[in-house]
């Protein structure tokens, strides 16, 4: 019975509920759907001020540290396996079009296809990330130049603080931010309702093709994270000369806890001891690139994310600009960098990208349904993609001791105090 007090598992069974129920009944499903409106609404209602207080937070309490060449090539690397992922979560998803089973019925809001179709050339869309009336833009929810002035509020406000010592705005919009994820965590109480509602009216719309859409859309994700995964074996193999075939047997206690836990922050201490213990990078490596990699290193969020997008554009049959299409890989790029912390959890995040960019939130219900699975895969591709990482970096300054990864030597890794990384874990799991 404690099992059914899980989130996850009673919006699954919500979810299960709801397509049945709007199978059997089916037009008549259609009068749930204001319910799952309002909970999609509640959500809406707090992205502009979640985002601005959490941008702002970010970047006002960046300090400088963690710079230098380890610096350079951890970031290096997480950016570039972070680009990789967004253009193969765009592939996949183009080739197997993962939401062009669903057909509504029903129209998508007004002007809302139009808005998402409209091909604007590259300087008017530099020009339009630059808002001349920043409460205009809070307004409409547009998203974009939301995320630019806060940007700009966040640095200069650093600057303030380092003039004068002063972090009291700061810490008032740090208590914004708290406030603001409590109310997310209220309206998250009604999410089993919610996804029932949503899923039965979707259901009742659609027919079956509901069941398959989700099917399709697991599949991409499924195989965009077994390429990425095969990707990274072969480019740390051929980077640092060590066997693939030595691996799998490095890596499966960690695998094991992440896609039983689905958080990155339970499994962190794993991968931590793991990585010095049996692949052999050195202590210090591991340190600095696993706890960036923490909240930095979700290239399975980045590649979930992307596809997302893709998904959303389809199911309303909208088709997105290249420009539109590269401001959702930048998106999802930036929420996993760590530059935009949307926490609150799937809903919030979906929520946000189909606002920036325009895309119907019809189909939000049915990914929220499915998302313990592709939290699943996440996680799996977040954790072993830390350790990669580790691998690359600790190469480049001789750090990994290949006596310890090929067996004949072990090492002992220092204890981990897990209070140091409360912060960093809290921020990870928001991308599992």
């Known amino acids: 019975m404690k099992l059914?007090?899980?989130?996850?598992?009673?919006?699954?069974?919500?979810?299960?509920?709801?397509?049945?129920?709007?199978?059997?009944?089916?037009?008549?499903?259609?009068?749930?759907?204001?319910?799952?409106?309002?909970?999609?609404?509640?959500?809406?209602?707090?992205?502009?001020?979640l985002v601005m207080a959490s941008v702002i937070v970010a970047t006002g309490s960046m300090t400088g540290t963690g710079t230098g060449r380890i610096a350079f090539r951890t970031f290096k690397w997480m950016i570039g396996f972070s680009a990789v992922a967004a253009v193969l979560a765009w592939l996949l998803s183009s080739l197997i079009q993962p939401g062009a089973g669903m057909v509504y019925d029903l129209p998508l809001e007004s002007g809302l296809e139009e808005s998402a179709q409209e091909a604007l050339g590259w300087q008017d869309t530099l020009r339009n990330f630059v808002s001349t009336n920043i409460f205009d833009a809070m307004a409409t929810a547009t998203m974009v130049p939301i995320i630019v002035f806060s940007l700009l509020f966040g640095i200069a406000l650093r600057i303030q603080i380092n003039k004068t010592g002063d972090d009291r705005v700061l810490s008032f919009i740090d208590q914004i931010q708290q406030i603001v994820l409590t109310m997310i965590r209220l309206v998250m109480y009604i999410a089993p309702v919610g996804v029932f509602c949503l899923l039965a009216s979707l259901a009742g719309d659609v027919g079956i093709s509901v069941v398959t859409t989700a099917l399709k859309y697991l599949g991409t994700t499924l195989i965009g994270v077994l390429i990425l995964f095969a990707l990274f074996v072969l480019v740390v193999s051929v980077r640092t000369g060590l066997s693939p075939l030595k691996l799998p047997s490095k890596l499966v206690e960690q695998t094991v806890i992440a896609i039983t836990t689905t958080s990155s922050a339970v499994t962190f201490p794993t991968v931590l001891k793991n990585t010095v213990e049996k692949v052999g990078v050195s202590q210090k490596i591991a340190n600095f690139t696993l706890s960036i990699g923490l909240t930095m290193g979700s290239y399975g969020a980045v590649l979930n994310y992307t596809i997302v997008v893709m998904f959303l554009a389809q199911t309303g049959?909208?088709?997105?600009?290249?420009?539109?299409?590269?401001?959702?890989?930048?998106?999802?790029?930036?929420?996993?960098?760590?530059?935009?912390?949307?926490?609150g959890g799937f809903p919030v995040v979906a929520t946000f990208?189909?606002?920036?960019?325009?895309l119907p939130v019809e189909a939000i219900g049915l990914l929220i349904a499915v998302d313990w699975f592709t939290g699943i895969m996440r996680t799996f591709l977040n954790v072993n993609g830390d350790t990669f990482v580790a691998m690359l970096v600790a190469n480049a300054d001789d750090e990994i001791d290949r006596d310890v990864y090929n067996g004949p030597k072990s090492v002992t890794a220092e204890e981990l105090n897990l209070d140091d990384y409360g912060d960093l874990m809290a921020r990870a799991d928001q991308a599992d």
């Not at 059997?24 to 799952?36: E, H, P, Q, R, S």
């Not at 997105?320 to 590269?326: P, T, W």
């Not at 959702?328 to 949307?342: C, D, P």
């Not at 990208?353 to 325009?358: E, G, I, K, T």
């Open 317 to 343: 049959g909208i088709d997105l600009s290249i420009g539109q299409i590269a401001l959702g890989m930048g998106l999802a790029i930036l929420l996993n960098m760590g530059t935009i912390t949307v926490p």
């Open 4 to 49: 059914l007090t899980h989130p996850a598992i009673q919006i699954g069974i919500a979810a299960i509920g709801g397509i049945v129920f709007g199978l059997i009944v089916g037009d008549w499903a259609a009068n749930l759907k204001f319910i799952g409106d309002l909970f999609i609404r509640l959500i809406q209602m707090s992205i502009v001020p």
């Open 353 to 358: 990208l189909a606002a920036s960019l325009s």
